[in-house]
């Protein structure tokens, strides 16, 4: 089956700076790439996917890349604030033997400090 | 349009006690799964449903049992509590394996 790794586990930024995460996975039949975002005490939110047909998607301050080839995407931060500080994670999914199933990264606890 | 439902949201129980988690959706999402999330974890599948009368086993399948008898509910049934199930168990719903997946509340379950 499909195989997420998540790095860094832990990940501390100045406010105003970027922060990136990146994540591989293992299945070239992945087709589809959430990232989520857990406030503590929360549910885990949606707060952008990308699909294999695109390289790159930007919403505001969040974008997100693709490169199929290494078989890894990254979630990318500006200018960090505060209210960023949560655990995100990375997912993969694809239509194959394991349909339905979203693999899930082990998560990141970023910290942004004021 | 409510979303994913999660009951009770708060559950004390005894080890050795049965109980059922309920989960239900209201976008007629054909997949539903269930996680739990201990500290430190992240995110374990236990099972999941990609329609009514289909089930699989996730990760960490042991000591729970689920059905789907209609799109809408996938309830999460514990046959005997052990303190190793103390965890947040979140249920989750997507239309189909290229969108988003949308998580409920989440179940807070301590087993003493």
């Known amino acids: 089956g499909e195989n997420v790794e998540q790095h860094p586990s832990t990940l501390s930024v100045q406010e105003g700076d970027s922060a990136v995460i990146k994540c591989t996975y293992s299945d070239s039949a992945s087709n589809y790439f959430p990232w989520y975002k857990q406030e503590l005490g929360k549910r885990p939110q949606l707060i952008i996917d990308?699909?294999?047909?695109?390289g790159e998607k930007k919403d505001q301050r969040i974008a997100v890349t693709l490169n199929k080839t290494a078989k890894h995407f990254s979630l990318h931060i500006t200018e960090t604030q505060p209210e960023d500080s949560a655990v995100y994670f990375c997912a993969a999914s694809n239509r194959g033997s394991t349909l339905g199933r979203l693999y899930f990264g082990r998560g990141t606890q970023l910290t942004v400090w004021p | 349009n409510a979303g994913v439902t999660q009951t009770p949201k708060f559950q004390v129980l005894k080890t050795g006690q049965s109980m059922t988690l309920q989960c239900a959706q209201d976008m007629n999402h054909e997949y539903m799964s269930w996680y739990r999330q201990d500290p430190g974890m992240g995110l374990r599948l236990i099972h999941y449903?990609?329609?009514?009368?289909?089930?699989d086993q996730g990760e960490v399948p042991n000591g729970y049992n689920v059905s789907r008898s209609t799109t809408e509910d996938f309830p999460l049934r514990l046959l005997s509590a052990a303190p190793s199930q103390t965890s947040v168990y979140f249920c989750?719903?997507?239309?189909?394996?290229?969108?988003?997946?949308?998580f409920g509340d989440g179940t807070r379950l301590s087993i003493l």
């Open positions: 449903s990609v329609g009514a009368g289909i089930t």
């Open positions: 989750a719903s997507r239309y189909n394996s290229n969108q988003p997946q949308h």
């Open positions: 990308i699909r294999s047909n695109v």
